[in-house]
């Protein structure tokens, strides 16, 4: 049976985000990237998140293991404006609890187009 895929798009997990988590395809756009992110956060997949993160910007690790209580909810994509032809910008508010209390992470993130893949570098939070 099919899953849904946790970055909200109406397709299942292995024809969405999945080609692009193991490794078959990149993410054609920033906005699929970031998609791609969020579901790695849900599932864990430190190893795909690491990789798609601009070397530049890239912390040393993640340790999502230790971050085992975060349980993400739901992705709303707000806005996606392409810069120029390799620099790109995502608006989105991903919805997550920790502990049963409901957070929220509304980030501007910045991508760039590099030997044809799509990376995050950074981005800006937004205030509650």
């Known amino acids: 049976m099919p899953s849904p895929c946790p970055c909200g798009a109406k397709a299942d997990l292995a024809h969405c985000c999945g080609p692009y988590l193991e490794g078959g395809e990149p993410a054609p756009s920033a906005e699929a990237l970031m998609r791609s992110r969020y579901t790695a956060y849900t599932l864990g997949r430190e190893d795909y998140l690491m990789a798609t993160w601009h070397p530049a910007h890239r912390p040393d690790a993640l340790n999502l293991a230790a971050d085992g209580a975060?349980?993400?909810?739901?992705?709303?994509v707000k806005t996606c404006h392409s810069v120029d032809a390799s620099h790109a910008t995502v608006e989105f508010v991903a919805r997550y609890k920790i502990g049963g209390r409901a957070h929220r992470l509304h980030e501007t993130s910045r991508f760039v187009?590099?030997?044809g893949r799509w990376l995050y570098t950074d981005g800006d939070i937004h205030p509650k």
């Open 70 to 76: 975060t349980k993400w909810l739901g992705l709303e």
């Open 113 to 115: 187009l590099l030997d």
